[in-house]
């Protein structure tokens, strides 16, 4: 029997969009998670205004010298120890008490980043340091909202359950923290996934994976950790036989890779600035980039257990139980009379979780702050499509999930006085990424659906 679409939508009362604000807003519990969201925006606002925030200063710092007089490479040593001391007088003298905490924190500078990174915080600043460090902490803060916000939407979960991950990833998620004490960059890269899931899921253009490939590619040249994102969505559309996406995201890759590296060259006055980070990411001393400076890859750990580089063993493992995990997804592809599970319905959220998982799992630095892009794992396992309630594999995804949470967010337990050296954050985090991981992989069983066929 055909279901006629819009007789159920024509018979429902019309409600002006005011009410439908008073139905979702003035309910006693609707205010009192709107204000525990609004909460936790200040803690982590708060957060930040306390911190000298020293990735950010160096960002800063750099952006500021790309065309520094006598600076000819920001990458080298030299350029390092110059920068960190001029700028260090430059701190003092404005009295900042911050900026000049950062300063003394990076005396000697850090410069692992992209130039294209860099490009853009030097064309966004605007040269003075309080200005630019309160327009940040906004943007951060707006970043967190657009991320959280917008990817709640897409997974179609309700208001009532965005303002929940709001106030909880930004009360207690310490990832979230992490990145406001410090300045990085992993709110604006959640954000700017969700941006370019947005475009490739809803956008009204038959060439919107060429613009959202494009986009990609920007987002690979500003922090290249998003290779695997790129690489499980590639994999994704190459099982589900989607071949013509793939070739139109390759093509926008090229295109936003290219614009990016001309960018950056262009600010640099340089091309060299490309093949001096590479050189720098070679020559990475060990040291810095040890557990107790919080770099919490799994990676890491294992190198530190076996005295061996074991990021390419557990690259490769993760990588074939990756390309298993779609591979049997696409041999269970749904019949018409079964429901679709939520990795069917939202495909690309499914991968790009996956590939958020991947980056903190298979590389060699994984910093806490790092686990920001464990928040989509942890969106999209809130979603139930086609999942018998308390059958063993929503118990199941359920405990991962909540263990999870309690591991990247330990605040309850230190309030019970239980003791986290940075060893023990270090190994719940991995702990973390291993549980949504497999919680993402036990595929939940579809429910027949009587009556009527998908479609």
Known sequence: MKVNKGTASDAMPKHKPFDTIGRIFFKPEAILILLLALFGLSVAWRTSSINSEVDFYQ??????????????????????????????????????????????????????????????????????????????????????????????????????????????????????????????VNSLQLAALVAYLRIVTQMPWNYRDILGGAFLGLLMAFKPNLVFVAGVLGVNWMFNGQIRRLWFHAFGFAIGVIAAILFAAASFRSPHCWTDWISALHSMPGQIITVDRGNFSAAQFLDGLFGQNTAILLAVIFSGLTIALFWSREQNAPCEKEAVTAAEEFPEVFAVSIGCLLIVLT?????????????????????????????????????????????????????????????????????????????????????????????
Not at 102 to 124: D, H, I, N, V, W
Not at 161 to 172: E, K, Q, V
Request: hydrophobic share 50%.
């Open 363 to 455: 590389t060699r630095l994984a910093w806490l702050h790092y686990y920001v892009l464990t928040i989509p794992a942890f969106l999209f396992l809130l979603r139930t499509v086609g999942v018998p309630s308390f059958g063993i594999r929503f118990i199941l995804r359920q405990i991962l999930s909540a263990s999870a949470l309690v591991a990247l967010a330990p605040a309850p337990l230190a309030c019970l006085g239980i003791p986290l050296s940075i060893h023990t954050q270090g190994v719940l985090a991995v702990y973390a990424a291993l549980f949504l991981f497999f919680a993402l992989a036990i595929f939940p069983r579809r429910v027949k659906i009587i009556g009527h066929r998908r479609g």
């Open 59 to 184: 960002f800063w710092v750099v952006g500021q010298s790309m065309n520094h007089p006598g600076i000819n490479n920001v990458y080298s040593d030299d350029a390092r120890e110059s920068l960190g001391t001029e700028f260090l007088e430059k701190a003092k003298d404005s009295a900042n008490l911050g900026r000049v905490a950062a300063a003394e924190y990076r005396k000697k500078l850090e410069t692992y980043s992209s130039p294209f990174l860099y490009a853009l915080f030097g064309m966004f600043s605007t040269g003075n340091y309080e200005i630019d460090i309160r327009n940040y902490r906004l943007l951060m803060l707006a970043a967190l909202i657009f991320g959280i916000g917008n990817l709640c939407r897409l997974l179609n979960h309700s208001w009532m359950t965005t303002l929940g991950a709001i106030a909880i990833f930004t009360d207690w998620f310490e990832p979230v923290s992490s990145d406001m004490r410090v300045g990085n």
